[in-house]
C-alpha cells in the first residue's frame, strides 16, 4: 500500500456529501390486467333516492365487471385500424409462393408472410443452403411445406405503409413470436400449442416451441398421423402428453381425433396473457345484442364473439346462460380482449384445414341483393339472391371520397355489388357497393386474357423486371428482357415509379396470380393473330413471337401463354446461316410463319424464311390450288423478268394485291411496297385501286412456289428494261452498282434484293455516312435503294453491299424526275379516291390543292398551341394549323382568317394549312435560274412543302437528294420551321406538272463533290496512275473528307485529287479500345501534309523520290506534330528494323485470319504485324471467339516478340501483357497431344512448346486426369521452368488464379528436401516392378513402395501386385523415409498409414499378414517356454544364432522388451544362452558374444530400471499407426524377409536339440530353476503390495478392475497393453466391457472411454466403424462432448475435409452454444483459414443471444492473436471497444494481448487511450498501476517518470473537476 501511496500520491479537494432525497412512496396497481383512466375525485353532492338507487345499480355493475380481468362493453368487428404489432389470430392460407405467403385474416384481412417468419431452424437451413453455394433445387420449398387452406396461429410482426399509403400487414408463426409469453414453468400436460420442426432425429423429430429452455420431442410414432414424413420448418399443433424437468423436456402428440376433441380447460393454467388463437373453450353467453354477443369462458375470461362469427343457423336462437363451444379467433396484446368464432367450419370435426379456401364468383357482379343488417363502425351484411350472405366494409359501401351513410343503406330495396374476395375464417364472400368496382373492366387476373393489350402504372423498378399495376387488384411483371425491343441496361433512366405505360399481356397465371407483360413495340403495336394456344397456330397463319433461345439447330420462338415452337436453320433466313448466334438474339421480336403444328404433343415448327420470301396465311390454306392453276396457266403464259404486262386487280391481301395477268388470267401478286418508289405513295395507291381495276404499267419481278411477284416500281422497271448489271452472282463485282429493295431488316444490318433473285446484306456500318444505333430507323421494307458490291464470298456465294449515299452515284436530274413522278403518282391516287367514293368529303377535297389560299373560320384554339378552323366548302372535312403555324397570330373563335393550303389527305381525310403572314403576303415573281433559301412549312416521308425566302411562294420539293439520303436522330429529321441545307434554284416559275407552283431543284454541297469523287473512283486504275499532280512532299493542304474506312480515311485535295490517310496518321497517341477515324465526319475540312504517294494500281507505297510519285496518290497526315515539323524529321519514318523485342507500340487491328490463327494488325502504312491466337488474351472465353475480341480500326497496345527483316519481313506481337515466356507466367495454351500415362502436350505463344504431367492438371486429383481433355482445347497455364524453348507448365488453378487463393487439396512438391517423414501424400502408379511399387509425386519425384509395405495381405507370388494394380492409379501413400541426397523416397501403402483401402481386392481372398504373425508368436512363446523348463547343462544351450540383437531401447516397441523382460528373469545366470527371439540378422562371429551379453545385460537392466511403459496422459501415444507396434517376439523375427516356411523350418531344427538336452538337465540345475521361481514369486508379491506398479499381465488388469471398476484410467490402460502386443480385437473388447460395467451416473468416465475408443478406431478401423461408435456415443452421452471430441481427433490426425463436415454438423445442431462456435472458429484458424473464421463469426452473431456477442468476439480476437492475423484481432477488439468503451475488462484483455504479441509502442498507445478513459477512479488507478508495472518491466526511468506525471496530472484534473461541480 505505501509502494502504491509513493507512485500515485493523493491530491485534490473532496467533494461534500449530499443527503440522499427521500423518495416519494409509489402507489402499486394490483389489478394488472385492467385499463382504466385515471379517476378524478369529485366533491359529494347530496341525491335524491331514486338517484342513490341508479347510482347503487351502476355501482354493482362495475364491481361485476370489475372482477372480469378483461371485462369490455363492445363488441366490434376487426378492422385494420385495430391490428397492432403483436396481435395474434388464426389464418388461413390462401396462397404459398417461393418466397412468402398470402394469409387471410378475420374479417377479410389479409396478411403476407415473408419465407424469413417461419422459423429460426428453417431461416437457418436457407442461408447455410445459400452461403455453402450449393444448389437449392433439393432445398425443401414453402409450397411443400404449407398447402391452401391450413389454419395457422400467427401474430403481427410488423405493419408498414407502402408509397400508395396502404397499410402492409406482416405476420408470423416463428414459435418464438407466438408462443413468447410462454415459459417453461406454465406447460401442463393437455396444452395445445403450435410449433416448427427443427430437427429430424433417428426416433422423431426436435420441435421448436419457442421456448429456448424447453426441448420438445415428437416421437415418430406420434407422427404416423401425417401423410409424409415431417419435415424442417413444418408447422404442428401439438398436445403437450408429458412434461418433465419443470418444462425443461416434454412429450408431444399429433393424433388428429385428440386434438380436435382437445379443448383447453382451468387446469391447464391459460392465462391472459399466454392466451393463444386457435384454442377451443367451452363459453357462457352473458349478453345478446345486436352486434353480437359476451361470453364467459375459463371461468375469469371475458370474450367477445361478432355478427360475422356467430352459426348462421343458430343467429336467431342464441340466449343468455347457453353453454357453447367457441375457438379463439384473435387476441389484442395491449387491453387483453379476446375474440370468439362459433363457426361451425372452425369447430370440432373440422378447424386444422378448410376445404373452402378461394370462390369462383369472385369479381362477378350481382343485381337485387338486399341489405340484411347494418353496423354503424364496420359495414353491412348482404344478402344475394341465392340466399348466401356477403360482407361490405364500410369504406366499400361508399365512394372513395364520401362519407359513409348507413341510414341510406337501409332504406335502399335493392342494391348491385360486386363480390371482391371470400373470406375462408367466416365462410362468406366480401362486396363492394363502389360504383368504380362494379364498372371495373379488369377486377381479377381471370379477366386478363394473353394478348390483351393493357395500361398500367410502373410501381417499383426490381433487378429482374418493371413492377406495374393494372388496376387495385392486378399487379404484373414486364421482365427485364421485354423493357423494350433491346436490352436496356441502366432502365431507371428510362422508367420512373408512377409513369404510365402500355404492354401486352404475355401470359396469365390465375392460380399463383402472377401476369407477365412485355413492352416490346413489336408485339404491342403488332396487328398480326395472336397465338395463345397451339390449336390457334394454324399452319399458313402469321404472328410476331420473340426468340428465347439461339441454339446451333436453330432458334425457339415464343408467343403468348407460354406458346413456343422451333424454328431450324434452314429455316432462319434466305440466306445460308453458319453461326445462328450472330444474327439472332435473345428478346428479338421476330415476324414467324406456322409451317406444321401438333397441338396434341405441343409441337410447333416456324420459318422466319417464308415471311421473307413474302408466303402469306391463304398460300398455305389454298397451296393445292394454286399449284393447279399455275400448271394450267403457265401454257398460256411465258413468264420472264422484266416483262411488261396488263394486271386485273382480283382481291386486296394485308400486304398486297392478288392479281390476274391479262389476258391468260395467270394469278401473281403485286406487294403494296412494290406499288411505287416512295414509300408514302405504296399507301396512298393500295387504297386507290379496287378490284378488277386494271393495271397496265407492271413487270415480272421474280417467281417462286409458281407465283409471280410484280413491280410498279419505275426504277426498278428502268433497271430492268436497260438490262439488269448482274443476273447471277458470277456476273458481280466488287464496285458494281445495283438497284434494289429493301427485303428484311436485321439488327446487324439490312438484306437488299436484286432482280433474278440476288440478295446482298449491307452491314450497319455500311447503311449510312451516319453512325447507326438501330438498323430499323434507317430504311423501311420495300424501300427502293441503290447499292454498290463490296465483297464477295465465292465459297458461300453470298456479297456484301453499302448503302452509303457518299460512295454511290446516280444519273443527272434523277431528282426532279423523281420528285415529278411521285407527284403524278399522288395526284393519280387522290383523283382516284375522289371520283369514285360517293362522298361528300371526298368530292369537296378534290378541289383543294398546295398552295391555295382559303378563308375559313377559327373553331377552337387547343391547349397544345394549334387549332381547328371551318370551312363553308369544306364543312365535314378537319382542318388544322399547328403551333407552328399561328406564330406571330392571335385567334379566337369564330374568327375569320385566311390560310394557305399545306397539305390535302384524302385517306384520313384531313386538311393541313397555314396562317403565317409570310405565306400570306404578296407573291413575288420568281426568276429562272435564282437562288433562295427555303424553310419546311409541312413534310411526310418523301415531300417536303417549303416557302421560298420572303418571296412569299411555297412549293414542293423532295425530302431527300438522293435515293439512299438517310436521317439519323432528332436533329437531322426535316421537321417544319427548318432549313434545307443548301439553296434552292428555281427551274420553273409556275410549272404546270405542279399545279401552278414553282420548279426548283436542290442539290447538297456535300453530296456533289461526293458524286465527283464517285466519278473519279469510275475512272480505270492506269488512268489515274498517269494523271499527274502537283503536290510534292512536305506540302501543307486544307482537304475534305470523301469517305471514312476503319483503316484509312479518303480525302478530296484542291485540284479534285485524292488522297489517303493512314489510321496511324489520324490522331496523335490515341487510347486504347479507340477508333480514331471515327472522329471525323464526312464532308469535314481538315489540314493535313502530303508525307508520301501509294501506287494505286499495286497498293505499294511510294518513297519521295520515286520516278512516279507524281502520278501516285498522295498519302498524307492528320497528326499535329507532323503538321508543323520540318522535313528531315518527316522522312525519318518508323522501320520494322527500330523496332525492339520487349517494345510496347501502338498497333491496329485489321482482321482475323483463321487460316494461320492469327489476328493482323497494322503498326503504321508500311509496317504489318500478326498476333498469335495464344498471344491475344488470357481469357479462354475470349479466345473461343477471335474475331469478336477485336474490332477493325480499333487501337490497340501490344509488345513486340520478334522481328524478322530477311529473307521475309515478319513482325510478331503480343497482347497479353508479355512479350516472353519465363517462370511464374500465366498463358494460353493449346492442347496438341495427349500422352498417355505422361501428361500433356501444349503449344505456347510465340512458337513455344509446353509439357504438363499429370500431376500439374488439378489442385485435387483425379482418377483418370487425362480424360477431359482433347485436342486443340485452349487452356490457362502457369510456366514452372524454361529450358531452350522447351517449358515446364501447370494447369492447376491455384497457379493459373494466383490471386484467388484457392484450396490445394493435394499439395505441389517441387523437390524432395519438402517431404517429411509420416507426410501423407497422394500420387499416380507409374510402375510395379520386382523391387516394389513406383509412385510418382510429382512431375521431377517418384517414390518407392515395398511390397511389404504395400498390402496387409500376405502376397507370396510378387506378379500378384503387377496383375491387380493398374498402371495410373491413384492412391494415397505415407511417407517414411526420404534420403536428399540419394533422392530416394521410402513409402508406405497400408491402409493402417493411410487411413484408406488395401491397394489388392478383398475378392483375391488372401490371408491377413497380422494372423500369421501371430501363429508364429504362439510358437515362439512355447519354445521359449519349453527352453526355460529344461534341465539341460549349459554347456549344451550355448548355440549360435544368427540373428542380431535389438540396437536398444529407444528404437524397440514395448512388446519386444515385455518378452526380453520375461526371458532375463527366467535365466538371470546364463546370459550366452540364446533362443530364437534372440537371433542376430546378420553372420559376425566376432561380435557374437558380445552382443549377446549386451542384450542380456540391457534386457536385465530395463527391467529394474525402466519406468512403466503405458501411461495413457503421456506414455503411450493415441496417434500411433498399427506399422509402428510390433508383435510379442523380436523386430529380427517379424521383418526377416524370408517366407513363414523357411522359418517354420528353422523353429523345426531349433526345437529337437533343445528336446534332446531337457532330458539330461542336472541337479545343480534344477536346483537354480527352484530359486529362480521363488525370485519370481516374490517379485510378484511386491507388485501386488505395491499400487503405483503398473500391471504387467491381463490377470494384474482385472484383479485391479475388480477393486475399481468405473475407474477410467484403468480401463483405458487395459486397452494400452493389449494395443502394444498388436491385439485391436482384444482392446475393442476391454472398451466394450468398460461401456457396460462403468456405473451410468459416472458420465465423464463413459465419456473417456468413448473417446478412447474412437480414438482406436481413427487409428486402426475404418471410416464406417468410427461412425458406428461416435453414433453408438452420441445416443449415450451428452452429444455435444462427443461432437467435440471427434472432432479434435479429426484435426489432431489431420482429416481436415472429415473434421470441416463434422464442424459443420455441429454449428448447426448446436448452434446456440458458444462453445460450439468458438471451438468450430478455433480451428479454422489454426488453418490458417483466417477469412472462414471471420465469416463463421458473422453467422454465429446471427445464432446467438446479444448478451453473448462481446464474448465471442473477443475470444475469436485473441485466437486471431495467437494464431492468425494480429491486425484482423487488433481491429476486432477496437471494434467491440468502441461500442463499448467501458468494459474494463475488454481493454484488460487487449492490454494483456498487445503486451504478448505488440510493440512496446503499440502498448503504450494502448495503455494512453486506457488512461483516459471516462470510468470511475478505481479503476483508472488499476490502469495506471498496471502501466506502471509496464514501464518499470519494460521501460527507462524516464518513462516511468512520464507514467507517474500522468497520474498526477489526472489526479489534479480529477480534483479540479469536483470542486467545480
Sequence with gaps: ????????????????????????????????????????????KPQDDDDDEEAAKKAKKTKDDALKLNATSNVNILHMKDLKVGTMMLGCIKYVNDFEMVIGLPSGLTGFMPITNISDSYTKAISDKLNSGENTEDFTALPHLFSPGGVVRCVVSSLEENKGGM????????????????????????????????????????????????????????????????????????????????????????????????????????????????????ATIKKVTNQGLFVEFLSSFSGTVDALHLDSDKASSYKVGDEVMARVLHVDPTNKQVALTLRSHLLPPGGSVLEHVQSERVGEVVEGCKVVAVHFHAGAIIQLPDGTQAFAHKNFCKEPKEAYNPNGLKGQESITCRITEYSALENMHLASLRKSTIEARFFSYSDIKPGQVVEGTITSLVAHGLQVKVTDYIKGLVPRIHMADVTLTNPEKKFSPGDKVKCRVLSVDV??????????????????????????????????????????????????????????????????????EQLFYVGQVMKAKVLQCDPENERLLLSFRAVVEGDTEDQEKKKKQHKDTAEKEDGSFEYEIGKAVEVRVVSKTMDGLKVAIQPSNTPAFLPTVHLSDHSSNCLLIYHALREGDTVADAVCLNKAKHVITLTKKPLLKACMEQGAAATEF???????????????????????????????????ASMSDWFVTSSAEVFVMGQTVRAKVTNLDEEKRRFLVSLKASELGGPEGEMQERLLRGLEERRTAMDMICQ???????????????????????????????????????????????????????????????????????????????????????????????QHDALIQYSDKDFAVVSLGDMANVTVVPVTTSLNQTFIGEDHQPNPSKKLRGKVVVVEASSQALGGLPLVSREDQRHGKAQANKKRERKSSEARCNTAHSYRFGDLVTAVVSSIKPLQVGLTLPGDVSGMVHISEVKEEPEQGSFPTRSLQVGQEVQARVIGGRDVRHHNYLPISHKSFVHSQPVLSLLPSKLTAEKDVLEKELELEDLKPGQEITCYASQYLPAIKSLEVYVNAKITGTVGLLAMTTKIK????????????????????????????????????????????????????????????????????????????????????LQQFQEDQLLKCSILEAKEHKYHVSLRPSRTHPDRKLPVADVEVNSVEELKEDQILRGYISLVAEKGIFVRLSRNITGRVQFKKASEYFVKDKSIYAKHIPKDKLITVKVLSVDSEAGHVDLSALPADTGKGDLLPDSLQLPYKKYLKKKRKRKITETVAGEAGTT???????????????????????????????????????????????????????????????????????SATEPARLQVSAGFSWDATLSSLRPATTAAATTDLRSSDEEEEEEEEEEQPTEKKSQKRSRKAQEEESKREEEELRRQEAELMDPSQRPQSAHAFERLLLASPDSSLLWLQYMAFHLQATEIEQARAVAERALKTISFREEQEKLNVWVALMNLENMYGSEESLQKVFERAVQYCEPMPVYQRLADIYATSNKLKEAESLYNSMVKRFRAEQAVWLSYGTYLVRQGQSDAANALLQRALKSLSNKQHVDLISKFARLEFRYGDKERGKAMLEKVLSTYPKRTDLWSIFIDLMIKHGSQQDVRELLDRVIHLSVSVKKIKFFFKRYLDYEKKHGTPDTIQAVKQKALEYVETRGGAEEAS
Design 1 to 44: 500500500m505505501a509502494s502504491l501511496e509513493e507512485d500515485f500520491p493523493r491530491g485534490g479537494t473532496t467533494k461534500p456529501t449530499q443527503t440522499a432525497k427521500p423518495e416519494q412512496p409509489r402507489t402499486e396497481v394490483d389489478n394488472l390486467f385492467q385499463n382504466e383512466p385515471e379517476v378524478k375525485k369529485k366533491r359529494k
Design 167 to 282: 397499410t402492409i400487414t406482416k405476420l408470423s408463426i416463428n414459435p418464438k413470436e407466438v408462443n413468447k409469453a410462454l415459459t417453461a414453468g406454465s406447460l401442463k400436460p393437455g396444452m395445445v400449442i403450435s410449433g416448427s420442426v427443427e430437427s429430424i432425429e433417428d426416433h422423431g423429430y426436435l420441435i421448436d416451441i419457442g421456448l429456448t429452455t424447453t426441448k420438445a420431442f415428437l416421437p415418430k410414432p406420434a407422427a404416423k398421423s401425417s401423410k409424409e414424413d415431417l419435415r424442417v420448418g413444418e408447422y404442428l399443433e401439438c398436445l403437450l402428453e408429458e412434461v418433465k424437468n419443470e418444462g425443461r423436456l416434454v412429450r408431444l402428440s399429433m393424433d388428429p381425433a385428440v386434438l380436435s376433441e382437445a379443448v383447453t380447460e382451468t387446469k391447464h393454467g391459460w392465462t391472459l396473457s399466454n392466451i393463444c388463437p386457435g384454442l377451443l373453450v367451452n
Design 511 to 580: 392460380a399463383n396470380r402472377k401476369l407477365t407483360l412485355t413492352r416490346k413495340k413489336g408485339l404491342v403495336d403488332s396487328s398480326l393473330p395472336v397465338f395463345s394456344s397451339y390449336a390457334e397456330a394454324r399452319p399458313g397463319r402469321v404472328a410476331h413471337g420473340f426468340i428465347v433461345c439461339v441454339k446451333d439447330f436453330g432458334c425457339i420462338v415464343r408467343f403468348y401463354n407460354d406458346v413456343k415452337g422451333l424454328v431450324p436453320t434452314r429455316e432462319l433466313s434466305t440466306e445460308y446461316v453458319t453461326a445462328s
Design 730 to 764: 458470277s456476273g458481280l463485282e466488287v464496285g458494281l452498282e445495283l438497284t434494289g429493295w429493301v427485303k428484311n431488316i436485321m439488327p446487324y444490318g439490312v438484306f437488299v434484293e436484286f432482280p433474278h433473285g440476288l440478295y446482298g446484306l449491307a452491314p450497319k
Design 836 to 930: 369514285r367514293d360517293e362522298s361528300e368529303v371526298l368530292q369537296q377535297l378534290s378541289s383543294v390543292c398546295v398552295g391555295a389560299v382559303l378563308k375559313l373560320t377559327v373553331e377552337e384554339a387547343r391547349e397544345d398551341g394549334s387549332c381547328s378552323l371551318l370551312s363553308d366548302d369544306l364543312p365535314n372535312v378537319p382542318i388544322t394549323a399547328t403551333q407552328h403555324h399561328l406564330t406571330g397570330v392571335t385567334v379566337t373563335s369564330g374568327q375569320k382568317v385566311k390560310v394557305v393550303v399545306l397539305h390535302v389527305d384524302p385517306v384520313t381525310p384531313h386538311v393541313h394549312v397555314s396562317l403565317l403572314p409570310a405565306l400570306l403576303a404578296k407573291k413575288h415573281t420568281l426568276e429562272v435560274g435564282s
Design 1182 to 1265: 475470349d479466345a473461343k471467339r477471335p474475331q469478336k475480341m477485336t474490332k477493325e480500326g480499333e487501337t490497340l497496345k501490344a509488345k513486340v516478340v520478334s522481328v524478322v527483316t530477311e529473307p521475309k519481313p515478319q513482325l510478331r506481337l503480343s497482347l497479353n501483357g508479355t512479350h516472353e515466356l519465363s517462370a511464374g507466367s500465366v498463358v494460353m495454351a493449346a492442347v496438341h497431344a495427349i500422352k498417355p500415362h505422361a501428361g500433356l502436350s501444349l503449344r505456347l505463344p510465340f512458337g513455344g512448346k509446353g509439357w504438363a504431367s499429370m500431376l500439374d492438371l488439378e489442385d485435387s486429383y483425379t482418377p483418370e486426369p
Design 1432 to 1502: 539341460e547343462e549349459p554347456a549344451a544351450k550355448k548355440k549360435k544364432k544368427k540373428k542380431k540383437p535389438s540396437s536398444g531401447e529407444e528404437h524397440d516397441s514395448g512388446v519386444e522388451v515385455y518378452f526380453r523382460e520375461e526371458e532375463t528373469e527366467e535365466a538371470p545366470e546364463k546370459p550366452a544362452k540364446k533362443t530364437k527371439v534372440d537371433k542376430p540378422k546378420d553372420d559376425k562371429p566376432k561380435a557374437k558374444e558380445a552382443k549377446s551379453k549386451t542384450t542380456t545385460t540391457s534386457s536385465s537392466s530395463s
